[in-house]
Each structure stands twice: as C-alpha cells, then as structure tokens.
C-alpha cells in the first residue's frame, strides 16, 4: 500500500518569514495530493490540493509543489502569520474506488511573533 | 451546500463498556463516507471506509465495526472498549471529486 512521509515533525519560524513542508509517497499511482491544516481540537481542513497532471498550484500565501519523478510534493507559505500556526498534514489517494488517503504523520508549525 | 454531522462530540467510556458514534452527511447523495482515529498528538489513520449502503471495508484489524444503514449515515460500534480505543475520531466525506472532508470528530476517552 500507499506510504507516506512528512518532514520536518516541527517548525518554527519568524512572522513574516516562509515555511516549507515535505512529503514523500511510495505508489507512483497516486494521483491526489491534499493539504490539511488542524489547530488545536479542531478537525482537519482541506486547505489546498493538487492533482497528478499539474505541477504546482498557488493559492495568495500557499502553494504546493508536485515531483512526480521523485514522489514528493511540498506545501509553501511565504509571509507566515501567527494564525498559521496549526498541525499541517499531507496525504496521498490511491486509486480506486474508494479514494483512499494516506496520511502523513503531521508538521507542527508555529510562527512566532 | 454539504453538511457532515458526528455526535456525540465527547464521550468518557469505562473499559469494557460498547461504543456507538453516529455521522450523517446532508446536501448530497452516495458519498463515500470513512472513518478516521487520531490519538493524541498523532496523524489520521483509516480505520473504515465506505463506497454504499451495506458496503464496508476494514483498514485495520481491532474491536471496532462499521456499518452504514443509510446512504448518508455511517455508525461507529464497538462491543467492548479498550484502553487503546481512545482517541479523536473523525467521519469524512467525499462525491466525485477528489476533496475530502471532515466531521467535527468525537473525543473518546476510555477509563
């Protein structure tokens, strides 16, 4: 099955400041790659996405970045704010019917003011 | 617009005790719906998920059971809790894009 790896497991950053998260898949047949932002008690929210045909999708202060080659994709933040604050996690989907996702196992991020 | 639906919203349950948590959705029809653990301070896991009414696939072998009764309606159960049963579940939903969304979870806590 589909495995999943995130790093780094925390981060911390300047308000202001850009922050980088990583994330490896294991089954070149993924084709669905989700960013989900959690804060605290709180269920995750799909914050953005980006599907196998493209390479980079851009949303005002996120982007995602996908290499197929090399099975990883990334989620960018530039001017970070102390809201951003929050667990970040990436997923992969198999294919499927059923349109599973494999999670990564989480970024903490905290930007400091 | 589509609405996800989970009650209760926390549970305290003494070990051994049977466990039942409700999602519904509402706003569209034939979802794929599943179920998701989070311990605490850790990532999701698929615990169940589900293409139809009667149709449920297991992720991962435990004490826990599906069942989805209705076309908008996936129940969580359980006859016996353990200890390692506690956790944040979480319900989510998808049609025929791919975004998948969640429910507003249930604390459980197993005493």
């Known amino acids: 099955g589909e495995n999943v790896e995130q790093h780094p497991s925390t981060l911390s950053v300047q308000e202001g400041d850009s922050a980088v998260i990583k994330c490896t898949y294991s089954d070149s047949a993924s084709n669905y790659f989700p960013w989900y932002k959690q804060e605290l008690g709180k269920r995750p929210q799909l914050i953005i996405d980006i599907r196998s045909n493209v390479g980079e999708k851009k949303d005002q202060r996120i982007a995602v970045t996908l290499n197929k080659t090399a099975k990883h994709f990334s989620l960018h933040i530039t001017e970070t704010q102390p809201e951003d604050s929050a667990v970040y996690f990436c997923a992969a989907m198999s294919t499927g019917s059923a349109r599973q996702l494999t999670f990564g196992s989480g970024t903490q991020l905290t930007v400091l003011p | 617009s589509q609405t996800i639906h989970q009650w209760p919203a926390t549970l305290v349950q003494p070990v051994g005790s049977p466990l039942s948590l409700e999602c519904t959705v509402e706003?569209?029809?034939?979802?794929?719906l599943y179920w998701y653990r989070q311990a605490a301070g850790r990532g999701l896991q698929l615990l169940f998920y589900s293409v139809g009414i009667g149709q449920i696939s297991s992720e991962v072998p435990q004490n826990l059971s599906a069942s989805r009764p209705q076309d908008r309606q996936f129940i969580l159960s359980s006859k016996k809790l353990l200890l390692s049963d506690s956790g944040f579940y979480l319900c989510?939903?998808?049609?025929?894009?791919?975004?998948?969304?969640f429910g507003p979870g249930t604390r459980l806590t197993v005493t």
């Open positions: 989510a939903w998808s049609v025929s894009s791919y975004e998948q969304y």
């Open positions: 706003g569209t029809s034939n979802p794929n």
